[in-house]
């Protein structure tokens, strides 16, 4: 069973443009999850979906959004990229809600110069 | 978010048993104590988890104090390969969202 897989892996933006992250969760699993880590910060929440809807958003400026569509893969944009958003973003998918084990992918390390 | 207190950093043997504490004092009814790993250039790794009673799986056993305010991890036999920053995290039911600290450093040594 493939895991849960993040595109692209690595990605050099400048400031001021947007950045497009994708995540594809293991088949079957309709629920992702997307964190933030940076060695200062640490792991921090940013959005949660379930079956094409948004049920919990961390405290994240609105530069960040999100959505999933309905095979489940989701995508996270960040807009007008800041130097302070260089980080690895992690997606987490599970089956369910119900369901107590999350399986997180490789991440994508963005680096904004 | 109800928050968990863990040691930054743990040594130990190769071979040796591990046991990695968590506090959680304001912990509710309804959450459930969780254990994610992060090994070095990866993304975290569920290990166990666990609500009232002690937890056994594969990887690792839980056990849970009576008042639920705090938990230990028990790794049996550490190997290399258990090198990793381990996060005690406190997940209320039916939330998928999971509140990390900053976990503890643990360390192998051959």
């Known amino acids: 069973k493939a895991g849960v897989t993040q595109t692209p892996r690595y990605l050099i933006k400048t400031r001021g443009q947007q950045v497009t992250l994708s995540c594809s969760p293991i088949?079957?699993?309709?629920?992702v999850s997307w964190y933030q880590q940076t060695p200062g910060q640490g792991l921090q929440f940013l959005f949660e979906?379930?079956?094409?809807?948004?049920?919990n958003k961390g405290n994240f400026p609105g530069r960040f959004s999100g959505r999933q569509f309905s095979n489940s893969r989701s995508e996270m944009n960040v807009s007008t990229l800041e130097l302070g958003d260089s980080a690895l973003y992690l997606c987490?998918?599970?089956?369910?809600?119900?369901?107590?084990?999350?399986?997180f992918g490789p991440g994508t390390r963005l680096t904004v110069t | 978010d109800a928050k968990t207190t863990q040691p930054n950093s743990m040594e130990s043997n190769e071979e040796e048993p591990v046991h990695l504490p968590c506090n959680h004092s304001?912990?509710?009814?309804?959450?459930?104590i969780h254990w994610y790993r992060q090994l070095p250039s990866q993304g975290p790794e569920y290990v166990i988890h666990?609500?009232?009673s002690n937890v056994n799986n594969r990887m690792a056993s839980l056990a849970i104090a009576e008042d639920r305010k705090s938990s230990t991890l028990i790794l049996h036999r550490a190997t290399l390969r258990d090198a990793a920053v381990y996060y005690c995290?406190?997940?209320?039911?039916?939330?998928?969202?999971?509140?990390f600290g900053q976990g503890t450093r643990l360390t192998i040594n051959p």
């Open positions: 304001t912990i509710s009814g309804t959450d459930y």
């Open positions: 666990g609500l009232t």
């Open positions: 987490a998918s599970s089956f369910s809600l119900a369901i107590y084990e999350q399986y």
């Open positions: 995290i406190l997940r209320r039911q039916g939330a998928q969202k999971l509140v």
């Open positions: 979906y379930f079956s094409e809807t948004q049920r």
């Open positions: 088949s079957g699993h309709r629920s």
